[in-house]
Each structure stands twice: as structure tokens, then as C-alpha cells.
């Protein structure tokens, strides 16, 4: 069963869900068209992570229409839904779910060989999945041999085994020091702009608005990555949206978002008390000679 080319990756339509009489999303609707990245950003407890369970099949919305791939959740059985997240679609949480008794290649296979595929299209994939993450040679270790980067972009490697078309991202940086975070956004960049993955990203960290939105990645002649800020950015391929209390109170470019004036939105800022304007960018943040724990100049 498949979906129309035409469709969006996900569209909410008119989608309210409450816990316990407590409104969770308010009459929310969106459409994420194929290659796009929608940022979702707001206070805590303002339905960021609801709204991703929502577009995962893990909850039914009160009401409203949740479509994934042109297809409504709400018509998709159980063995669908299992389907589209073994194979349309790849997840990043916060939190640390590899299997500990298990290898690099191992935890990054883990997905494949549960839907059955062939050895070798399995062994294939997951050395491609960790060459893009930057975990070839790794393959035979376990997760407490792992940096804390390390451990996450093979989180990452595992969701996006077999490039599903939609990624959902859950404060994927959340914890990470500087040089690894940018790894991560630098990853989050690349499967948008070079394998065309619809994403929607959740964050509270709003410095990274403007590098997910202005940078972008391509492939030099030599075959190697290229991760630079654009002279004309790629907006149209990133979208900011705010949640505050369960509804939308903003939708527009991370520079839109930068001027705004929204009450929500400024609280966000006045939040984040770093100083953020001497932040490094590493044009190598794979450099084998960094250390997460080492001092920036």
C-alpha cells in the first residue's frame, strides 16, 4: 500500500487530543511536503513530543485526520502501522535505546532483520548508514565503548537504515557538547538536502534555528560532503513553527522567527541565556583528532 506521489510526508488536519480533560494540541494542522523540515520549538509541555507520537500511530487524536504518505492513520491496522515505521519512516529520541549487548553493526541492523530482510542487502545497508554517520571501522564494538556522540549518531545510523522517506527528530541534541552537536545537526542536514528526507525536528534550543535553516549540504565532484551556509539559503526547504499550549501561535522562516515579535517566542529567547555569537563551526566536525571534552579556543 502506497501513497501518491503528490501527497504530503504527514498532514494534520484539525487534530485536538487531551489527557484527562487537559488540552494537549488545540485544532492543529500542517502539511509537510517531501523534503521539507519543519522545526517545532516551544516551552515545555507545549505538545512538541505529543505531536510527534501523534504522526508515529502511537496516539489517536480526540479528533481531526492524521495522514502519513496520503494514507489516514486511523485506517492503517496494527501491522501497518508497524510496517511504516520499520520502513517509511525513522525516529531519534532523546534517550538512549541501543542494545547494550549488542554490536555497532549489530544495533544498526537491528531494524532490517526484524522485517526480514536478506543478509546481504542488511550488510550492504548498514555499512553505507555508517559511513554517512561516521562510524565505519566501529562496527564490531558495543555502546559502553562509545563517546556519548558517538553512541548518538548511531542512534541516528539505526533510524535511518534503508533512507525512510520521513525522520522524526526528538531534541536529537539534547545533552551533547558543541562539537558533537554540530555532527548532529551536520547529519540532520545531509539526509535532508542529499537523500530529500522530510523531517520534523523538535527543539528548545533556538541558536539552531538559523543553522538548520541557512546551511545546507552537497556532494563535491570527489565524491566528499560539503556542509556551508548558503549565499542564497535553502528557507523553503526549512520551516520554524511554535507550539504554546497546544496550538500553533507562529509558522514562517527561521528569519521570520528572528524578528518576531510573538510573546512566545521572545520568551524562548530571553530563556536561552547563552551568548551564542562566538559559537565554533568546524568545517571538519568529523576530525578524528577532536575530543567531545575538548577546550575551544
Known amino acids: 500500500m502506497s501513497g501518491s506521489i503528490d501527497s504530503p510526508a504527514i498532514e494534520f488536519r484539525n487534530v485536538s487530543l487531551s489527557f484527562d480533560e487537559t488540552p494537549a494540541l488545540v485544532d492543529i494542522s500542517f502539511k509537510l511536503a517531501r523534503g521539507e523540515m519543519i522545526i517545532l520549538t516551544g516551552p515545555s509541555g507545549s505538545g512538541k513530543s505529543v505531536?510527534?507520537?501523534?504522526?508515529?500511530?502511537?496516539?489517536?487524536?480526540?479528533?481531526?485526520?492524521?495522514?502519513?504518505?496520503?494514507?489516514?492513520?486511523?485506517?492503517?491496522?496494527?501491522?501497518d502501522l508497524l510496517a511504516i515505521r520499520g520502513g517509511l519512516m525513522g525516529m531519534v529520541f532523546q534517550e538512549d535505546s541501543l542494545f547494550t549487548g549488542m554490536t555497532v553493526f549489530d544495533n544498526a541492523a537491528y531494524r532490517p532483520?526484524?522485517?526480514?530482510?536478506?543478509?546481504?542487502?542488511?550488510?550492504?545497508?548498514?555499512?553505507?548508514?555508517?559511513q554517512f554517520v561516521g562510524l565505519e571501522g566501529e562496527e564490531g564494538k558495543f555502546p559502553e565503548e562509545l563517546s556519548g556522540g558517538m553512541k548518538r549518531r548511531l542512534e541516528i545510523a539505526r533510524a535511518m537504515i534503508g533512507w525512510p522517506q520521513i525522520m522524526l527528530y526528538d531534541e536529537p541534541t539534547m545533552g551533547l557538547d558543541p562539537i558533537v552537536a554540530i555532527q548532529v545537526l551536520d547529519l540532520v542536514i545531509r539526509a535532508r538536502d542529499l537523500n530529500n528526507v522530510s523531517s520534523l525536528y523538535v527543539t528548545k534550543k533556538v541558536y539552531e534555528l538559523p543553522y538548520l535553516a541557512n546551511f545546507s549540504a552537497s556532494r563535491l565532484a570527489n565524491g566528499e560532503v560539503s556542509i556551508k551556509e548558503s549565499a542564497a539559503p535553502p528557507e523553503q526547504r526549512t520551516r520554524v513553527i511554535v507550539l504554546e499550549k497546544g496550538r500553533f501561535v507562529f509558522e514562517g522562516s527561521a528569519a521570520e522567527f528572528q524578528k518576531s515579535e510573538v510573546p512566545a517566542i521572545k520568551e524562548l529567547v530571553v530563556l536561552d541565556h547563552h551568548d551564542h555569537t562566538q559559537d565554533p563551526y568546524f568545517s571538519d566536525p568529523w576530525d578524528k583528532r577532536r575530543h567531545p571534552t575538548e577546550e575551544i579556543p
Open 113 to 130: 532483520q526484524e522485517h526480514g530482510w536478506a543478509e546481504a542487502d542488511i550488510e550492504k545497508a548498514v555499512r553505507e548508514v555508517l
Open 51 to 79: 505531536l510527534l507520537h501523534l504522526a508515529m500511530g502511537l496516539l489517536k487524536p480526540d479528533t481531526g485526520q492524521i495522514f502519513l504518505d496520503g494514507r489516514e492513520i486511523e485506517m492503517l491496522d496494527e501491522s
